[in-house]
């Protein structure tokens, strides 16, 4: 009797730690979170073409303040203020009568002046002649000479008196430089000008113009590539207005060194200006094709979170969502570019990963709360600007 009870002893202890086993079991499984539904799209390779943007300035290329070079009043004034005037045309003129009495003096004094100058090579042959004979003084042959030497100095500086009565003269005219647009006028008829001091306008030409961009030193190297080889899409100018300007542009200039201040360097760049669109201090966006432009990986932006300035998605492998860290490059409207870590084909999560962690479970469906979570990468914020907003 007592070995049948030490057996059912036995028996009742491996029943109660079954059906303590099969409860605890029981229990893990309803403790299991259940798969979280989301919804997934694919990576895709699309050809990719987006712009770094840079504010610029329209400049002339060719712009000159207009000043007096000689004093006197204004007697003349022959254009149209804000007119296109060809190079050459009188746009202003100082009263000349001065200027013209000085010319035909310094004429009058050149026509004495090569008088003496005959006379004195006469005397100079006959004393030559004389000489050889021994008819006179070797003390007045020298003299001869002398006069004619002094004589020949005079028509020179007659001769130059000349050109500087004809300088003041031609500078009583103030004439285009170049083919240009005119400003407004800083002085009108009978105005006194002094020379070198007085503004009386300012001119600039239009067709080519320029954009002015400062870039930093860092980029120096690649806007140099640039001015050796550019397409018709390298460089786009986007007006004040929000258009885009229909003509390619072309580097003009690159300054020649970098601010030590700023660490900038200024670039030109050059466009076409067939319709006068494009006006000396306009503000524009320069957009400068990026090099890495080309077949790129882009997923839907909403996509991504950012978790102490690094960025992730949630990688759709079967069943299950596993973090993955990427590599952002600019915004193309609703998506962006994945620089580095995804492939295309990979099915990323677009919708429901709010709640995931990696490793966690996942099937397709609705996520939840799907109306709220359609702006789910908001938490992105810090990623790279989008391709729009201009570089500073």
Excluded at 58 to 80: C, D, H, M, P, W
Excluded at 99 to 121: D, F, I, K, T
Excluded at 280 to 306: C, F, H, W
Aim: glycine share 8%; net charge positive; aromatic share 8%.
């Amino acid at each position: 009797m007592r070995t049948i009870y030490t057996l059912s002893a036995a028996s009742i202890a491996l029943l109660l730690w079954t059906g303590c086993k099969s409860k605890d079991e029981k229990s893990a499984a309803a403790a299991a979170p259940p798969a979280t539904p989301v919804y997934i799209a694919e990576a895709q390779v699309v050809p990719t073409t987006y712009y770094d943007q840079y504010q610029a300035t329209v400049t002339a290329l060719n712009s000159v303040e207009l000043r007096a070079q000689v004093s006197g009043y204004i007697t003349g004034i022959f254009f149209k203020e804000g007119e296109v005037v060809p190079k050459g045309k009188v746009l202003y003129e100082i009263d000349r009568r001065k200027y013209e009495a000085a010319l035909q003096q310094a004429r009058a004094n050149l026509q004495s002046a090569e008088a003496n100058l005959v006379r004195a090579q006469k005397d100079a042959d006959r004393y030559a002649f004389l000489l050889k004979q021994d008819a006179v003084a070797r003390q007045t042959y020298d003299q001869s000479v002398a006069s004619l030497a002094t004589a020949k100095s005079q028509v020179a500086s007659a001769k130059a008196g000349i050109t500087s009565a004809q300088t003041d003269y031609g500078y009583s005219q103030i004439r285009a430089p170049f083919t240009g647009r005119i400003g407004i006028s800083q002085v009108r008829l009978g105005a006194q000008v002094a020379p070198g001091t007085t503004l009386l306008n300012t001119i600039s030409s239009e067709n080519p113009i320029g954009a002015d961009i400062t870039i930093n030193e860092q980029s120096v190297e690649r806007f140099y590539r640039l001015q050796k080889h550019t397409t018709d899409t390298t460089f786009r100018l986007k007006m004040s207005d929000g258009n885009m300007y229909n003509q390619k542009g072309t580097i003009y200039a690159i300054d020649r060194g970098v601010n030590s201040l700023t660490g900038t360097v200024k670039v030109r760049v050059k466009f076409a200006n067939p319709q006068d669109s494009l006006r000396d201090g306009m503000s524009a966006v320069l957009n400068v094709l990026n090099d890495e432009s080309g077949q790129r990986v882009q997923i839907p932006y909403k996509a991504v979170t950012e978790q102490m300035g690094e960025y992730y998605v949630f990688l759709a492998q079967d069943t299950i969502a596993k973090q993955q860290k990427v590599i952002l490059g600019p915004r193309v409207n609703a998506n962006v570019v994945i620089m580095d870590g995804l492939k295309a084909g990979d099915k990323i999560v677009t919708d429901g990963f709010q709640r995931l962690r990696d490793g966690g479970k996942i099937t397709l469906g609705p996520p939840a709360g799907a109306q709220g979570a359609q702006g789910g990468g908001a938490g992105a914020q810090g990623g790279k600007q989008p391709a729009e907003k201009p570089k500073q």
